[in-house]
C-alpha cells in the first residue's frame, strides 16, 4: 500500500480526544479513513511525547529531489556533470559533481561512449576486399592463407588453404 502524506495535526488532535473518549483504534479508523496502525502510532506518540505535533527528524535533510536530476539527464543525455550541476545550482540545489554522478548511477544511467563504426562507402569496400583477399605465404612456404572479409555479416573470416608441409 503506497504511503500517503503526512496526517494534519487537526487530524491527529481528533484521533487522540477520540481515543480519550474510549473509542477503540478500530472505530476510531474507521470513522476518521485512517488505518488502524496510524491511529495506534498516533497515540503512542501522544503518551511518550505528550503532544501531536511534528517532532524533528534524526538524520540531514536531503538537498534535492532526485527526480528532477534524472528527468534532466534522460532529456540531455549528451550533457556532461559539470552542466547538470550548473543546472541545479541554477535551481537553487548546491550539489558536488560525485554526489550526481552517485545518483545517476543509482538510476541506471551511465557515461556511455559512442561505438566506433568503419566509414564503409563503395569505394572503401572495394579497397578492403582488394587487400584482405591477397594470398600470403607464411614460414616460407607451407600453407596459404587468404584473409577475407564479409560485407553482408559483418565479420572477419579465415580463409586458410590446402597444406603442402607438415607446419603452419
Not at 112 to 128: C, D, G, S, V, Y
Amino acid at each position: 500500500m503506497p504511503r500517503r502524506k503526512e496526517l494534519s495535526e487537526d487530524l491527529r488532535s481528533r484521533i487522540v480526544d477520540l481515543h480519550e473518549a474510549g473509542k477503540g483504534y478500530k472505530s476510531i479508523s474507521k470513522s476518521l479513513d485512517v488505518h488502524v496502525s496510524t491511529v495506534r502510532q498516533t497515540d503512542y506518540k501522544w503518551r511518550k511525547f505528550s503532544t501531536v505535533a511534528t517532532l524533528p527528524r534524526c538524520g540531514r535533510p536531503v538537498k534535492m529531489t532526485m527526480s528532477k536530476l534524472v528527468r534532466e539527464a534522460a532529456k540531455r543525455p549528451t550533457a556532461t556533470l559539470k552542466e547538470l550541476q550548473a543546472y541545479l545550482a541554477s535551481t537553487g540545489c548546491v550539489v558536488h559533481v560525485t554526489t550526481i554522478s552517485r545518483i545517476l548511477h543509482m538510476s541506471g544511467l551511465w557515461g556511455r561512449l559512442a561505438r566506433r563504426k568503419p566509414f564503409l562507402t563503395k569505394k572503401n569496400i572495394q579497397a578492403w576486399q582488394n587487400f584482405n583477399t591477397i594470398p600470403t605465404v607464411k614460414h616460407g612456404g607451407g600453407s596459404i592463407m587468404f584473409w577475407g572479409w564479409n560485407y553482408e555479416q559483418f565479420q572477419i573470416t579465415v580463409n586458410i588453404g590446402t597444406k603442402s608441409s607438415g607446419f603452419c
